[in-house]
């Protein structure tokens, strides 16, 4: 499971929440910069300010789906004969 594998290399939830707001300000910064750096106008600012917003609910989703493992690993009773001292 991809959230138990993110939660056993170190990830938690309060990572995934920051990763969601930093990319709402990097999409607002990605747009501001293409509307002054570019030459394509108003169209091409708006993809990638829309590009790099679509991250956010992705970052959110995941950091919900952690807090759930985070609550189940802790209020989850061990199973009977299972070994805990790994």
């Given at each position: 499971?991809?959230?138990?594998r993110l ?49 956010a609910p ?29």
């Open positions: 499971m991809l959230v138990k939660h056993d290399i170190g990830m938690t939830s309060e990572h995934a929440y920051t990763a969601g707001f930093a990319s709402i300000g990097l999409s607002v910064a990605s747009w501001v910069v293409s509307m002054k750096a570019e030459s394509r106008g108003v169209e091409r600012a708006d993809r990638w300010g829309i590009f790099v917003g679509e991250w992705t970052f959110f989703a995941l950091g919900l789906a952690l807090a759930n493992h985070e609550r189940d690993e802790i209020f989850t009773p061990t199973k009977v004969g299972e070994d805990t001292s790994v």
